[in-house]
């Protein structure tokens, strides 16, 4: 297994570095199988669709549709999988938290905590979390 970076996935999605994303696609297309998979560990995931948010101007539906993309990669382990889904559907069912949020709040929840406290008042709206006063 080949662990990947943020900056390599980002190079996949925004495909606005030619060579890099050249070399991405050759990776994932024909280097990366089931047997031999890369992983994307939940920060890199976190990381990523902040960075194509903030730099790349990359709408919600948009995010969604990459987590789902690299959730569904034969190719591709997911740390956490299942945890990751439930917070990729809690950011679809959102209009305001961000997809960080969301896996904070599900990784919290997994853990057992009762609640996330933060002074993130978007956050706060989002199941998991409670404003701190």
Known sequence: MIGLDTNVLVRYFADDESKQAAAVRELLETRLTREAPGHVNAVTLAETTWVLRRLYAADRSELERVVEGILSAPNLVV????????????YAGSKSAGFSDCLIARFNDEAGCDTTLTFDRRAAKLGGFTLLA
Do not use: I, N, S
């Open 79 to 90: 740390e956490r999988k299942a945890v990751v889904r439930r917070a990729l559907q809690a």
